[in-house]
């Protein structure tokens, strides 16, 4: 099975910042990534799919890039409402799997 | 709206057996994949489980296979998960999720708000 990994656990930011979360997974999975948001008590968000698109209604702050084995999701300046917990996934596969997330914390 | 709605988490012992549901509304429920995705508390997130739109495909990872069985009603626009033979590794928020674009193999766009599952004597 594939396996993800992201890149910090943990991510100290301040609000304007432009941060940068990187997925990477064990074999070539093409562009077959998503990124989803969750804050706590709360279901993931969907955010970009095949890698770079953005989903109906998610700010253009967000974006995402990469293709093969290595990924990233970058937030261009981060809001208020941007600190919360990322995970990536590889879909199109019988056995979908998550990367393990990266909490995006207030400095 | 389009909603997925869980239902039927609790507390349950350890080999003992429970069926989750999740109702959908708001889309045409038949047409799509769907699966099951647990959250161990603190943890990240675990797929388990999908199904195809007529129910006649689905997957699950290892650590279930044999143990639990997904299953829908079109007629009742419901997802279900049944239970058995349950661990304490099982105990989890579970989540059912739409795949995007009618599927197979695409992300997940729509999420239930989560029901909660603890295995404990």
């Not at chain 1, 990536?88 to 207030?106: D, M, R, V, W």
């Not at chain 2, 797929?47 to 290892?62: A, E, H, L, M, P």
Request: net charge neutral; with cysteine.
């Amino acid at each position: 099975d594939i396996q993800m990994t992201q890149s910090p656990s943990t991510l100290s930011a301040s609000v304007g910042d432009r941060v940068t979360i990187t997925c990477r997974a064990s074999q070539s999975i093409s562009r077959w990534l998503a990124w989803y948001q969750q804050k706590p008590g709360k279901a993931p968000k969907f955010l970009i799919y095949k890698a770079s698109y953005l989903e109906s209604g998610v700010p253009s702050r967000f974006s995402g890039s990469g293709f093969g084995t290595d990924f990233t999701l970058t937030i261009s300046s981060l809001q208020p409402d941007d600190f919360a917990t990322y995970y990536c996934q590889h879909y199109n596969s019988y056995s979908p799997a998550f990367g393990q997330g990266t909490k995006l914390e207030i400095k | 709206e389009v909603q997925l709605e869980e239902s039927g988490g609790g507390v349950v012992q350890p080999g003992g057996s429970l069926r989750l549901s999740c109702a959908a509304s708001g889309f045409t429920f038949r047409s799509y994949w769907i699966h099951w995705v647990r959250q161990a508390p603190g943890k990240g997130l675990a797929w388990v489980s999908r199904i195809n739109g007529d129910g006649s495909s689905t997957n699950y990872v290892d650590s279930v296979k044999g143990r639990f069985t997904i299953s829908r009603d079109n007629a009742k626009e419901t997802l279900y998960l049944h239970m058995s033979s349950l661990r304490a590794e099982d105990t989890a928020v579970y989540y059912c999720a739409r795949e995007r674009d009618y599927g197979p193999g695409e992300a997940f766009d729509i999420w239930g708000q989560g029901t909660m599952v603890t295995v404990s004597s």
